[in-house]
T-cell receptor
Framework: GAVVSQHPSWVICKSGTSVKIECRSL??????MFWYRQFPKQSLMLMAT?????????EQGVEKDKFLINHASLTLSTLTVTSAHPEDSSFYIC?????????????FGPGTRLTVT | AQKVTQAQTEISVVEKEDVTLDCVYE???????LFWYKQPPSGELVFLIR??????QNEISGRYSWNFQKSTSSFNFTITASQVVDSAVYFC??????????FGAGTRLTVKP
């Protein structure tokens, strides 16, 4: 149990366009979802935390107008990279926390590789 | 503030050697969890272990073992008789009361045949 999927697994887009990444909890309800970004050969950096039905909380230095996060249901959160630029190219990973809940545990999606040309 | 330090950026060993990956953490919370994840080239994080702050027992799972020492704030990971398939980036992570998971910088392990 506790499977998290992401779609798409990879995407290439042109500079200036917007890209939406979906994160779904397949067999549990995710009350909280997290979005991470990982640059090549670097660690995962938390971008934002979202709770179902409320606004996301962004980490310092993350532009909320550029990285739009929506957590409209207990099984789906979306990250939209608006007006993407080559420096936004990265590996985006989501994670979800919820029932069946093991306290402090997050279940990770497989990641989405974004390349902006 | 929470912080995880993995001082070893890269480690290279020859197959069948034992290797230990170090992890040192900082937190002011008394309740917290420590994790190790493996990230193969495909990118997907593979969960290896979770340990809570009240359980200092060492754990062994096959060729993997973990040593949790609260006195030194360390949670080290040892692979015994390493194999080529163990080659990956390994992350240590810490999650405390705010459920905010912080990752270390990762250690890239290369096991040569």
């Amino acid at each position: 149990g506790a499977v998290v999927s992401q779609h798409p697994s990879w995407v290439i887009c042109k500079s200036g366009t917007s890209v939406k990444i979906e994160c779904r909890s397949l067999d549990f309800q995710a009350t909280t979802m997290f979005w991470y970004r990982q640059f090549p050969k670097q660690s995962l950096m938390l971008m934002a935390t979202s709770n179902e039905g409320s606004k996301a909380t962004y980490e310092q230095g993350v532009e909320k107008d550029k990285f739009l996060i929506n957590h409209a249901s207990l099984t789906l959160s979306t990250l939209t990279v608006t007006s993407a630029h080559p420096e936004d190219s990265s590996f985006y990973i989501c994670s979800a926390e919820g029932a069946p809940q093991i306290l402090y545990e997050q279940y990770f999606g497989p990641g989405t590789r974004l390349t902006v040309t | 503030a929470q912080k995880v330090t993995q001082a070893q950026t890269e480690i290279s060993v020859v197959e069948k050697e034992d290797v230990t990956l170090d992890c040192v953490y900082e937190t002011r919370d008394t309740t917290y969890y420590l994790f190790w994840y493996k990230q193969p080239p495909s990118g997907e994080l593979v969960f290896l272990i979770r340990r809570n702050s009240f359980d200092e027992q060492n754990e062994i799972s096959g060729r993997y073992s973990w040593n949790f020492q609260k006195s030194t704030s360390s949670f080290n990971f040892t692979i015994t008789a390493s194999q080529v398939v163990d080659s990956a980036v390994y992350f240590c992570a810490l999650s405390a009361n705010n459920n905010d998971m912080r990752f270390g910088a990762g250690t890239r392990l290369t096991v040569k045949p």
